[in-house]
């Protein structure tokens, strides 16, 4: 096994499936599987979702919304998704607990770095909610930042896509394929993996970053087991 902890990061509009927005339940159900499946090889799992699938702040803000309530409608969003993830994980049987920068204390638990870390070496999957808890910052920081703060070992950014690509392979299909890749390569060609203060914070602190297809089951798996699924983003 190549990771003890990780941070799971999955985009809410990866919890769309084929839909236009909101949840698909099987999509769901996939997710949960998957994450059972390296549960049970003794993985400790923290798991960072977005709320693009509900709602966008920024999206919001440029329609007029103020960017700070906009912001703050998201965080919640991504308490909608962290609560539909811990429900499929339940079902499948796996133990966890979604903890919240924001208090929501009939529905979760308040972030605590050492209980969230308690619960991962009981072998819970700990779900984290609300972002930052602050506006102008993205899941994707709240993800860096929650991985740095429970010293996980790798952020696992699950995409639609199977890696980094030198453009778009959804629109350009000459497009080339990293398998590995230095934060700094990252940045001189202006690749877009995750925002820049999310991005800046995880060289800082040497946190590698893998991306690659959560769409497709077993591939969390193989990438927890050291395979060469998707891209690596290190020093």
């Given at each position: 096994?190549?990771y003890?902890?990780?941070?799971?990061?999955?985009?809410?509009?990866?919890?769309?499936?084929?839909?236009?927005?909101?949840?698909?339940?099987?999509?769901?159900?996939?997710?949960?599987?998957?994450?059972?499946?390296?549960?049970?090889?003794?993985v400790?799992?923290?798991?960072v979702?977005?709320?693009?699938?509900?709602?966008r702040?920024?999206?919001?803000?440029?329609?007029?919304?103020?960017?700070?309530?906009?912001d703050?409608?998201?965080?919640?969003?991504?308490?909608?998704?962290?609560?539909?993830?811990?429900?499929?994980?339940?079902?499948?049987?796996?133990?966890?607990?979604?903890?919240?920068?924001?208090?929501?204390?009939?529905?979760?638990e308040?972030?605590?770095?050492?209980?969230?870390?308690?619960?991962l070496?009981?072998?819970?999957v700990?779900?984290?909610?609300a972002g930052?808890?602050?506006?102008?910052?993205?899941?994707?920081?709240?993800?860096?930042?929650?991985?740095?703060?429970?010293?996980?070992?790798?952020?696992?950014?699950?995409?639609?896509?199977?890696?980094?690509?030198?453009?778009?392979?959804e629109?350009?299909?000459?497009?080339?394929?990293?398998d590995?890749?230095?934060?700094?390569?990252?940045?001189?060609?202006?690749?877009?993996?995750?925002?820049?203060?999310a991005?800046?914070?995880?060289?800082?602190?040497e946190?590698?970053?893998?991306?690659?297809?959560?769409?497709?089951?077993?591939?969390?798996?193989?990438?927890?087991?050291?395979e060469?699924?998707?891209?690596?983003?290190?020093?």
């Open positions: 096994m190549q003890k902890r990780i941070l799971l990061k999955l985009s809410g509009e990866a919890l769309m499936g084929d839909r236009t927005h909101g949840i698909d339940p099987k999509r769901l159900a996939q997710y949960a599987q998957d994450i059972k499946e390296i549960v049970g090889l003794g400790e799992v923290a798991v979702i977005g709320g693009g699938n509900i709602f702040g920024v999206a919001a803000a440029s329609n007029g919304m103020d960017r700070v309530q906009g703050y409608m998201g965080m919640l969003a991504t308490c909608i998704n962290g609560l539909a993830l811990q429900s499929a994980l339940e079902d499948a049987e796996v133990p966890s607990r979604l903890q919240t920068a924001l208090k929501i204390e009939a529905i979760a308040p972030y605590i770095k050492r209980r969230a870390v308690r619960h070496e009981k072998g819970r700990v779900i984290f909610g930052t808890g602050n506006p102008f910052f993205t899941t994707d920081s709240a993800a860096v930042l929650r991985a740095i703060e429970v010293n996980a070992d790798v952020i696992l950014k699950g995409t639609r896509v199977d890696g980094i690509y030198t453009a778009d392979p629109k350009d299909k000459s497009a080339q394929k990293f590995n890749i230095s934060f700094s390569d990252v940045l001189s060609k202006g690749l877009k993996v995750m925002d820049m203060t991005f800046t914070l995880s060289q800082e602190n946190l590698p970053i893998i991306v690659f297809d959560m769409n497709k089951p077993g591939n969390l798996k193989k990438v927890v087991m050291g060469p699924i998707g891209t690596l983003v290190n020093l």
